[in-house]
Each structure stands twice: as structure tokens, then as C-alpha cells.
């Protein structure tokens, strides 16, 4: 359909100078007005056509709005019940639906249309409501339609050859790749920037965090976090009703991880209590990319010791209200360096480097307690336009408690480091509501606005 709907702009455009209304050149032709748009834009992109956007606005009815412009708002209902010379309050009432009569009374005094003695009702003079009582009853909302109006760009042509993007086995028995316009490759195209900082501190590799539903296990009794700790909770966490258990787990590896939290060992008292499989295998929303990171640092230990830099960029859920600056799924960046006789020195130059690349380039740290780091820090950095400083990220270095069960070798650590990726976004961007940034209510506007990737806070 998209390619039918591209010929269609393309054959009109060739006997007419322009498409002064893409909602009313979609309804002619018999194509969806989505659709029409996100042709005009590829053939914008393209500058086959010039398009020019569209924007009006109008007041329409709610629901509740039409239900009163049919029958009579609940204040007009009562008036108009009102004879001219009066009424008992308590026989209007009978005449009335009491929900009509409750929001009717309300409404009529305020507007001062009648006079409520305590035992009699009668009518005074009726003005003339404005949009803004309207609106604030909300009986009228804004409708915004977008669109666009088209003419012919610099490199117009009545029909788009398409160019390939591949050269496959059949083109070349066929011998058709002769024919064919390939597309060119874009060499300068630059680099997603968050990635690219990641990736530009020494070779760093992604690690695949394409699994949103994680075991109980590797999100959080691999990181030896007690089956009693507060996160763990229902009203803290998503957890699943189907598939409600995991059945892929390495037994002998999950024997270790009980053990640990039982008993203790490598010179730890472990947390002393009856650790239970079933909460183990409990299937939930991942709360952090870290369980990643647990499997990550597991599959490294199977086998023989290389050290390793891994990072994700992805997106995590809790089960938070939301509000301005909480919502239940976000994003979070992590990462992470895995070698022989790491300090925490070494974890804090990593910090100065990776934060500065973000254009953060003042930082303090602060202890914290986090069940799988020790010792754990808080990242601050001195936020120039606030005048203070700014919690941005949370660090620290495994706990041999977490990576020793796993195998690894005794001289081993791992510091890690973990952001998410709105908080400084919206320091960025001077964003107060994160639901402006991330989810339904994002303004396209912001984004057609701004860079894709812009440095310095």
C-alpha cells in the first residue's frame, strides 16, 4: 500500500502544482492519512516533494460534554425545572435524578442562576458560560489535526526507481545486477553517541540484553541479595503469572549461590537463612540490566580467565508509582570491567573518564550499601545551571560472595558503574516531568527540535 500511495502523490503531482491537504488527498484516493504522511515524509527525505506542515486546532465535546448538549447540562436541567415563581427544595429534588440535582445545585449557585433559601428554590438571572468554565469542567477538550500540504521538490520524478540495498544470489544468476541502482552507503553517518562513549572506552562489548523476563535467580540470588530483601517484594516488582517459574537453571552452580546465602564461605557468614528454590525460580520483569550482567560474569567463569569490558543500554521495570520523576519502565546504562587485582582507584579514574565523556566533568562519591557491591559509591556531579550538586549514578565492586560461586578466579574483581539514561536527560534538556520524555504523552515536537545526540550538561 505504501508503494501505491507513493505513485498516487507522484501521478498527481505531475498534472497539478500542489496537494493543499493530505487528510483530503488520503480520503480521495482511498489511502489511511497515516499512511499518506509517512510517504510524504520519505519523499520529503528523498526531495521528490516539498512538504509543508499543517496544524489546526478546534474545541470539541467530551463524552459528557454531548451528553449535555443532548439533554441539558445538569445546571440547566435544574433551571429549567424551577418554575418562575419558585419551588420547595425538597419536591425538586423528587423531579430530578440525584446526581443531576447534587452537580445541578452546585453548578447553578455558583453560576448564580438560582437562590437556595433552606426550604425553597427560586431562579435568578442566567449569564452566559465562557470556554474556560467549559474547560475547566472538562466538558470541551482541544482537538489538534496535523498535516501536510505538498508541491514538487528539486528532484521530482513522476515515478521513484528504488534503489537496492542488496545484491542477492538470484541477482546475479539473472544477471539483473547490471540494471540495478544500489543505494549508496553514508560513510560520514555518525555514531549513536551513547553507544559510541561506551565503545570508545577501550573497546568495550555489548552485552545482549534482549530478555525483559529474568528468573528470580539472576536478577537477584546470583548477586547474592537476601530472598527477604524489600526489593524482592510484589509491591516493588513485576512479577509473572504465566510463565510463573523458570526450569532452565545450572543446578550446580545454584547449589553454590544456596550455599552462600545459607551458610556463607570464602570467608563470608553468608545471611543464615532457609534459602528456598521456589522464590529462585520465580519469573519476573527485570528490575536492572546487572542480571545480565550475573550471566554475563557466570558464562565468563566456564571458562579459562580473560578479562573483560561489557556495557548494555536498555530498559528495566519496577513497580513504582508513577509520578514526575518515577516511572515504571526506564532505561538504564551500565558497565562494567572484569580483571585481576582491580581497586576501587581504578573504579573512580574509570568514573572521571566515562562521566566526562558525557560532559560531566566534576564528580564526588558517596558510600552506599548496595547487596552485591562492597564497597559501593553514589556518583555526584556539580550541575552548573542548579548551582549544586547532582545525584547522577551508582558504582561499586562485586562482592566475592557474588563472583566466587560463580567460579571465577580468587585475584578477580569487577567494578561496575550504573546510570539511568532519563535522569541526566532531563538535566539536559531542562525536562521536569519525566512522562514529557519517555511514554505516550512525548511531545513529537521535542524531538523534531533537538539533536540526536547532544554532550554537555
Known amino acids: 500500500m505504501a508503494d501505491e500511495a ?15 491537504n493530505s487528510a483530503k488527498f488520503a480520503q480521495d484516493f482511498g489511502f489511511g492519512h497515516d499512511e499518506i504522511v509517512n510517504v510524504i515524509r520519505r519523499l520529503h527525505g528523498f526531495r521528490f516533494v516539498d512538504a509543508q506542515d499543517i496544524r489546526r486546532e478546534r474545541w470539541v465535546l467530551t463524552e459528557e460534554g454531548k451528553t449535555y448538549a443532548a439533554v441539558g447540562s445538569p445546571e440547566f436541567q435544574l433551571f429549567s425545572t424551577v418554575p418562575p415563581e419558585g419551588i420547595a427544595r425538597e419536591e425538586l429534588q423528587k423531579k430530578l435524578d440525584p446526581a443531576v440535582y447534587k452537580i445541578g445545585c452546585q453548578q ?17 438571572a442566567v449569564n452566559q458560560e465562557d470556554i474556560d468554565a467549559l474547560k475547566r469542567r472538562k466538558l470541551i477538550i482541544q482537538q ?4 501536510n500540504s505538498v508541491r514538487k521538490g528539486p528532484e521530482y520524478a513522476p515515478k521513484r526507481k528504488r534503489p537496492a540495498t542488496d545484491l542477492t544470489r538470484e541477482n546475479l544468476q539473472r544477471g539483473d545486477w547490471k540494471e540495478l541502482e544500489f543505494k549508496e552507503y553514508n560513510f560520514s553517518a555518525k555514531v549513536d553517541c551513547k553507544r559510541k562513549i561506551s565503545f570508545e572506552l577501550c573497546r568495550f562489548e555489548e552485552m545482549p540484553t534482549n530478555n525483559y523476563v529474568e528468573s528470580s535467580f ?18 516493588d516488582t513485576f512479577f509473572l503469572k504465566v510463565p510463573s517459574s523458570t526450569k532452565m537453571l545450572p543446578e550446580d552452580y545454584v547449589e553454590r549461590v544456596k550455599e552462600i546465602h545459607e551458610s556463607g564461605g570464602y570467608q563470608s557468614r553468608g545471611y543464615g537463612y532457609d534459602w528456598k528454590r521456589e522464590e529462585a525460580n520465580k519469573n519476573l520483569l527485570r528490575t536492572h540490566t546487572t542480571a545480565v550482567s550475573s550471566r554475563m560474569l557466570y558464562a565468563l567463569a566456564q571458562k579459562p580467565f580473560a578479562p573483560k569490558k ?18 515504571a519502565e526506564f532505561h538504564q546504562i551500565e558497565g562494567l570491567i572484569c580483571d585481576r587485582g582491580l581497586t576501587l582507584g581504578d573504579l573512580i579514574g574509570v568514573l572521571h573518564d566515562f562521566f566526562s565523556r558525557l560532559g560531566m566533568s566534576k ?29 547522577v549514578g551508582n558504582s561499586g565492586m562485586f562482592r566475592p560472595e557474588m563472583l566466587l560461586p560463580m ?10 558503574w550504573g546510570l539511568s539514561l532519563e535522569r541526566p536527560t532531563m538535566i539536559l534538556y531542562g525536562i521536569d516531568n519525566i512522562r514529557d520524555l519517555f511514554g505516550p504523552k512525548v511531545d513529537l515536537g521535542l524531538i523534531k527540535r533537538n539533536p540526536i545526540c547532544r554532550l554537555g550538561l
Open 310 to 327: 561489557y556495557y548494555s543500554i536498555d530498559r528495566v521495570f519496577r513497580n513504582e508509582a508513577v509520578d514526575r520523576t518515577h516511572l
Open 144 to 147: 489538534v489535526w496535523k498535516g
Open 108 to 124: 447553578a449557585i455558583k453560576n448564580k442562576w438560582v437562590e437556595m433559601a433552606k426550604t425553597h428554590v427560586s431562579r435568578k
Open 363 to 391: 564528580l564526588r562519591f558517596k558510600p552506599a550499601y548496595n547487596p552485591y557491591t562492597e564497597p559501593s559509591m553514589e556518583i555526584f556531579s556539580y550541575h552548573e545551571g542548579f548551582k549544586k550538586w547532582v545525584e
Open 218 to 235: 539472576w536478577n537477584f540470588d546470583a548477586l547474592f541479595q537476601p530472598q527477604q530483601h524489600p526489593a524482592r517484594d510484589s509491591h
Open 407 to 416: 567460579g571465577l578466579p580468587e585475584d578477580v574483581r569487577v567494578i561496575a
Open 6 to 20: 507513493e505513485d498516487a502523490i507522484l501521478a498527481y503531482l505531475k498534472d497539478n502544482d500542489e496537494i493543499s
